[in-house]
């Protein structure tokens, strides 16, 4: 299984990106898929999941500016971000598992400019 986020970038403070993650199989409708992500210096945090039966938790710091959701095919999941703050700077990281197996994808680079 292959995962890839996109749709990083610079923005504003109080600005908005939208996340995607493409994968090479349908399973996030199986397995459900989180998002993590990494400052620099910093530890990988968790940032938002969505459960295999469409369940969202998000991390306290991101709960109720970001929301995480898939399309119907599994393949894809997204990230939608708002009231971004220079401190969401950071890698951004999607993640599923896969017969037991934890995938990562590529990261996504969003840099918030105060």
């Known amino acids: 299984v292959q995962l890839q986020a996109s749709g990083g970038g610079l923005v504003q403070a109080g600005g908005s990106l939208r996340l995607s993650c493409e994968g090479s199989?349908?399973?996030?409708?199986?397995?459900?898929m989180s998002w993590y992500r990494q400052a620099p210096g910093e530890q990988r945090e968790w940032v938002a999941t969505?459960?295999?039966?469409?369940?969202?938790r998000y991390e306290d710091s991101v709960k109720d500016r970001f929301t995480v959701s898939r399309d119907n095919t599994g393949n894809a999941a997204f990230l939608q971000m708002n009231s971004l703050k220079p401190e969401d700077t950071a890698i951004y990281l999607c993640?599923?598992?896969?017969?037991?197996?934890?995938?990562w994808g590529q990261g996504t680079l969003v840099t918030v400019s105060s």
């Open positions: 969505i459960t295999s039966g469409g369940m969202q």
């Open positions: 199989r349908s399973i996030f409708n199986i397995n459900g």
């Open positions: 993640t599923s598992t896969w017969y037991n197996v934890r995938h």
